[in-house]
């Protein structure tokens, strides 16, 4: 079984660190993807880490990790609330899937209350920060065994 998971970034998340620290937090996605590389490493698993303010290009990715991944991380940004491709596309993929928020969308505006990835998501984790990312992983590495 491949060991193997993509991490998927929606829109924005490119200016992490810069866009709206109060609510994101002062870490880059650079820090982000660093963090994870080298907790990943610690369970033995590959990251393929990736970030797109495209939708289409997302949604190819999710269809790369069809053939590829054990798991996805998606952190969809903006996308949560608005795309069904992203959903479609992940409804396809059969491994496990995690959803993170670094922010808790249900403490924000109402319409962040409602997310189209959580319908195929096996868990979501909101709230924790850039943290979130490492619970993810965690949570798929004791289910990849």
Do not use: C, W
């Amino acid at each position: 079984m491949s060991k193997l998971i993509y991490v998927l970034n929606g829109p924005n998340l490119n200016l992490l660190g810069t866009r709206q620290p109060e609510v994101y937090g002062h870490e880059t996605l650079a820090d982000v993807q660093a963090m994870v590389e080298e907790k990943a490493d610690e369970f033995g698993l590959e990251i393929e880490f990736f970030q797109s303010n495209h939708e289409g290009v997302l949604v190819e990715k999710i269809h790369e990790a069809r053939e590829k991944a054990a798991g996805i991380i998606i952190n969809p940004a903006a996308y949560t609330h608005t795309s069904v491709a992203i959903l479609d596309a992940l409804n396809t993929f059969e491994a496990p899937v995690v959803e993170v928020h670094i922010s808790n969308v249900h403490k924000r505006e109402a319409f962040r209350h409602h997310s189209y990835v959580s319908v195929r998501a096996d868990g979501v984790i909101a709230g924790l920060g850039t943290r979130g990312y490492l619970a993810a992983l965690d949570y798929l590495a004791h289910r990849l065994g």
